[in-house]
């Protein structure tokens, strides 16, 4: 009996190994079934797939005088071959079952007298700006050589991560400007900040010069939001409170810091400004924790005089407002 069977490719082999060694197993259906193995090499051949590499993509205008003499040299072209090589990384955690993630690492391998721009840092900050910070103001310049001699051409983008924090709903923007010679990137506000959102930013910046490869190099921008008082103390809830006429005892109504919502490093400061029937003599009868909003009863209340009182109370807050018109004063709410 004879059996014909091909070995195929299911994929690509790739640079990572030149040789493999396979052993096949050819087996019959009786019982016990006899088999035979065979051992198979295979070399992996480089496939000229790389198409040589210009240093200069352009070369002229060349200059020459029409009656230059035939076997002169009118300039020199220099190419070379290009490597690349593809990895695979891949991160492992220590769970049961284990996940695991794998990412593709290209290495391009580059003339060795190619240099990748040079930053002027490669970390700027921590930078701290306020939360009100403008729309479109600069928050910072950063400014990297292109590392190549007669060349200074470099661009730059901002690169936009996975998180909001590195800017991955695009929070800031980039511009480029030519200033003396070298080439700024200014780092600006797109979109309005929030501290109580999100305090501190990563962003990354990236530069890539002007050559015939062109190299890239990275620098990191670290920026953080400073908290201004610009959140006016919020009552979410009224409340119905009852005293029970003729007691002795002073009972305290619920506390109102719990009703108010506000910026939580903000000192909050409750004051009674008025109530309903006796204008300018709620004092009288109530008093308030200017530290917790506990209100508490100062006499002992007739409900044949009076059967109900009703007070306005505001909670103001222990800072400078940073409001427009709000000539400083802190912020302030009322129920």
Known sequence: MECNRELKQLGPIGPLRDRYRLRVRASDRGVPPSYADVDIELDVVDRNNKPPLWDDATYGPIHIKENVTVGTVVTSVKARL???YKLEATAQDKGYPPLSRSVEVQIDVVDRANNPPVW???????????ENF?????????????????????????????????????????QQRPDNGFTWADIKVNHPLDYETI???????????????????????????EDVN????????????????????????????RLIKT??????????ISWTRLVNEGKDFFEINNETGEVFTKIVFDREKQGAYALEIEARD??????????????????
């Open 134 to 174: 403008p729309v479109g103001a600069k928050v910072v310049s950063v400014k990297a050589s292109s590392g190549i001699e007669n060349n200074p051409t470099v661009f730059y983008r901002l690169m936009p991560g996975s998180t909001a924090q590195t800017n991955k709903f695009h929070t800031f923007y980039l």
């Open 120 to 130: 002027d840092h490669t970390v700027y900050g921590p930078i701290f700006i306020r």
């Open 230 to 257: 610009d959140e006016i103390p919020l009552f979410t809830e009224r409340e119905q409170e009852t005293v029970l006429e003729g007691s002795l005892s002073a009972p305290k109504l619920p506390k109102l810091t």
């Open 263 to 272: 910026e939580r490093i903000r000192t909050i400061k409750c004051i009674i």
């Open 82 to 84: 290009r490597e690349t």
């Open 318 to 335: 222990g800072a400078p407002s940073a409001r427009p018109n709000s000539d400083n004063q802190p912020n302030s709410g009322r129920v």
């Open 199 to 225: 305090k501190e930013y990563n962003l990354t910046i990236r530069v890539e010069n002007n050559g015939a490869q062109q190299l890239a190099s990275e620098a990191t921008v670290y920026i953080q939001l």
